[in-house]
């Protein structure tokens, strides 16, 4: 088995691979390019998703070289600042919501950080269609400490996660429902899902905003925001929209000033 240091070195290969040759959801990637950035021409957008797909290949790598990975390889990606920011709002004792993206390398950061932490994170898991790669990931996820539910009853369990005062982590950044709640993110008014937001509410947990940025090293840097629970609209829904709205806003702020660490291929703007 290759090194987790060294899984990089197929990335350029694995790339090709997916873009060139399966041309896996490449139409898709093309069409969310041309929603977020229309002031790009499609040489542009088509290079963009190049870089794309490489930075998805080396998070891929790094997920196949989880078994490998040490915490020593990763203890420095999690800064004090970071540290400071979720401790204290776990010592406020109404559990904490966390909140990701597929950007950079979610697996990473929901392994490390509970690690440096040492607090240990609950999270929801869709199963895999392999029923073994459901396994492995469940293992590799759950090899430091952390807690994998699986979805079904995601809001029950994450509920009682956050009364028990417990950390949550949330990847949240696909599409919601259809006729669900809609705020803005590129321009669009788009489907958000609205649950994490509605939890947070109604346990009074603080939300913080996470995210892995990869340097040019193939080392990563955690960054962190709270995300304001000041000046929210007086009703439940309007408060829920507000906060979906902000978190939203951040996300997309990242995404402009790193667009090639996030996950494209998910049909965001489906409708």
Known sequence: ?????????????LAYIFYDLLKLRRKVVLKNLSIAFPELGIEARENLARECYLSSAKTFIEIM???????????????????DMVTNAFNKGNGVVLMTAHFGNWEVAALGFSRKLGIPFSTIAQPQRNNFVTHWMERERTKWGNKVYKT?????????????????????????????LRVPFFGIMSAV???????????????????????????????????????????????????????????????????????????????
């Open 65 to 83: 070289a989880l078994p490998s990975m040490k915490y020593e390889d990763i203890e420095s990606y999690f800064d004090k600042s970071c540290l």
């Open 193 to 271: 899902n609205e649950g994490t937001a509605a939890l947070a509410l109604k346990t009074q947990a603080p939300i913080i905003f996470c995210i892995m940025i990869r340097q040019p090293d193939n080392s990563y840097k955690m960054e962190t925001r709270e995300i304001s629970f000041d000046d929210l609209p007086e009703s439940k829904e309007g408060k829920i929209a507000e906060i979906s709205r902000r978190h939203t806003a951040i996300l997309e702020e990242y995404i402009r000033n790193y667009p090639e660490m996030w996950f494209w291929m998910h049909n965001r703007w489906k409708y």
């Open 152 to 180: 079904g009853h995601a809001a029950m369990t994450l509920y009682k996660a956050l009364k028990n005062g417990e950390i949550i982590a949330v990847v949240a950044d696909q599409r919601g429902a259809e006729d669900g």
């Open 1 to 13: 088995m290759f090194g987790f240091k060294r899984a990089h070195m197929f990335a350029p290969f």
